[in-house]
């Protein structure tokens, strides 16, 4: 499914004045009609001065076409005679943002203009979405701020979404100022990020009870558009993406998809709300002294109308994918400490919506299997032991097995990751 990246990289830097000397896969994820592939690519000069850059290869034709009337940077795959758009950090085409804020003395002169002022500012990539959107954290003696990058159209919508979830008392960040070129100065929120406190937060029921309670706040929040699609919508796509990648288990991830449509056929558009949209630990930060606490709710780009169990369904899942995670790098007390939160949500949020209990179980299911498709599609033996194992998770999500309470409660029945 990978490219034929060994042409394809050292064709698009040829008139660089760099050549390509090694490449690492770094990172894929869908785009448009096709697949938007991370490289880390190894480079030296005529000097013999090396750098590593990071490097996106689209598929997506609309995307080549877009790069060709623009006149960006289009090569041929020599195996497949496949155009593709090539690009390199930060000079992301759908984020023409970006590239500013990634130099300090720009940002001081960008922020100067809006009547911000900073002094050698530290600048870090906190999140970065290649064509989607990018985060970079500055800290200086003044002011922590965060300036995230969106497509331009998305500015002031997203400007729009922080206003209306303020006005209903949920602790988005404050937005300082927009810009027509997709930037969003941010204040920084109080608290840690709750991915750090995973132990703690596992330790009772305060934490969870608070995040589903959030949720029930965030459905009361006043908006009209519809969240951005999520792996339930997306769900045909997913599912051609795993099978093509894992064909020996397509029979079976079919027979998961199926069960999967067969119960979201039965639900009802009465039972929409307002949600998130891509809820998970790194969007909430809580109190360092009092975990339980929540002090900021991040990232609310793809809120809007959704199914009722989307935000408990994307936050269980994402703690099955950190436990995961952990595990893989030793830390057994972290993945069981997520797998408990995960099942404790699982149950706060069934006992909270019981007419519409069922409906957590295929969503957490389609988002395993989103995950897994990322894993697989790595095309690593890593990523594929990863893929299986975030497969039988969706399997177990439907078919639930026995549970490990949180302290204080009762027998629970949920899915065993």
Not at 25 to 46: C, N, R
Not at 94 to 120: F, H, N, Q, W
Request: proline share 6%; glycine share 10%.
């Amino acid at each position: 499914m990978w490219p034929n990246s060994g042409e394809i990289l050292p064709a698009a830097f040829a008139d660089s004045g760099v050549r390509v000397v090694s490449f690492r896969p770094h990172s894929v994820e869908p785009s448009g009609g096709g697949y938007l592939f991370g490289y880390e690519v190894d480079t030296i000069d005529a000097a013999g001065a090396s750098s590593t850059v990071l490097t996106f290869v689209d598929t997506d034709p609309s995307s080549v076409e877009a790069s060709r009337a623009a006149g960006g940077n289009v090569v041929a795959d020599p195996g497949s005679g496949q155009l593709v758009r090539v690009w390199a950090y930060p000079a992301d085409p759908a984020l023409p943002a970006l590239a500013a804020v990634t130099y300090p003395e720009r940002v001081v002169e960008l922020l100067a203009r809006i009547g911000l002022a900073v002094s050698d500012p530290t600048l870090s990539v906190a999140a970065y979405r290649p064509g989607k959107r990018a985060v970079i954290k500055l800290e200086s003696a003044e002011a922590t701020l965060f300036l995230k990058v969106v497509r331009p159209s998305r500015a002031e919508p997203i400007a729009a979404l922080h206003a209306a979830f303020a006005e209903a008392g949920l602790p988005v960040p404050t937005v300082v100022a927009t810009q027509p070129d997709g930037l969003l100065i941010l204040r920084r929120v109080d608290g840690v990020p709750a991915g750090t406190r995973v132990i703690d937060l596992a330790a009772g029921r305060a934490f969870v009870d608070t995040v589903v309670g959030l949720s029930e706040t965030v459905a009361r929040v006043h908006l009209t558009q519809t969240a951005q699609a999520d792996a339930l919508d997306n769900g045909s796509w997913h599912r051609r993406s795993l099978t093509g990648s894992l064909p020996d288990r397509a029979s079976g991830i079919d027979a998961v998809y199926d069960e999967i449509e067969a119960r979201t056929s039965t639900w009802s558009s009465d039972e929409m709300r307002v949600v998130h949209g891509d809820l998970h630990l790194e969007q909430l930060f809580v109190d360092p002294d009092q975990p339980g606490h929540v002090t900021g709710l991040l990232d609310i780009d793809t809120a809007g109308v959704g199914h009722a169990a989307r935000d408990a369904g994307s936050l269980v899942a994402h703690l099955v994918v950190t436990a995961q995670w952990h595990r893989g790098n030793g830390d057994e007390e972290q993945a069981r400490a997520c797998e408990r939160i995960a099942d404790a949500v699982s149950d706060e949020w069934t006992d909270r919506h019981p007419d519409i209990a069922d409906r957590l179980a295929p969503t957490v299911a389609s988002q395993l299997l989103a995950h897994a498709g990322g894993q697989a599609t790595l095309g690593t033996d890593t990523g594929r032991r990863k893929a299986l194992q975030l497969v039988d998770a969706a399997e177990g999500a439907l078919w639930p097995r026995r549970s490990e309470p949180l302290p204080g409660d009762g027998p629970t029945v949920g899915s065993d990751t």
